[in-house]
């Protein structure tokens, strides 16, 4: 049974293509970088020596969509969306932004 009092938001399995290129874009640039797809999780994972390393996510909230950004050591971003676009393009441009610092400062 359905809560009534809860928007119906879109399944992100829905635009899985979406997610798929943004992993395979950041795979043109780096290697070993993880994707983790269900209905209400979209987690990209930059695979590293660090215990906590830099993430990517977007999550299926019950009114919202929220995109986060952890860079593996003291910045944390996240945005929240009514739309899954906006929310995908966030999160395209977490990953490019990602890219970009691992080229200037390495990974660890």
Same mark, same amino acid.
């Given at each position: 049974m359905e809560d009534t009092d809860v928007t119906a938001k879109e399944s992100l399995l829905a635009r899985e293509d979406s997610f798929i290129e943004i992993h395979q874009n950041i795979l043109l640039s780096l290697e070993n970088v993880g994707l983790v797809l269900t209905d209400h999780l979209v987690q990209i994972?930059?695979?590293?020596?660090?215990?906590?390393?830099? $993430? /990517?996510? /977007? $999550?299926?909230k019950a009114e919202i969509y929220r995109v986060s950004y952890w860079d593996g050591y003291a910045v944390n971003e996240y945005y929240d969306y009514a739309s899954i676009s906006k929310a995908i393009k966030k999160l395209n441009k977490f990953s490019i932004k990602a890219v970009e610092n691992i080229s200037k400062f390495g990974i660890k």
């Open positions: 994972t930059f695979n590293s020596k660090n215990p906590d390393p830099i $993430e /990517l996510m /977007l $999550e299926k």
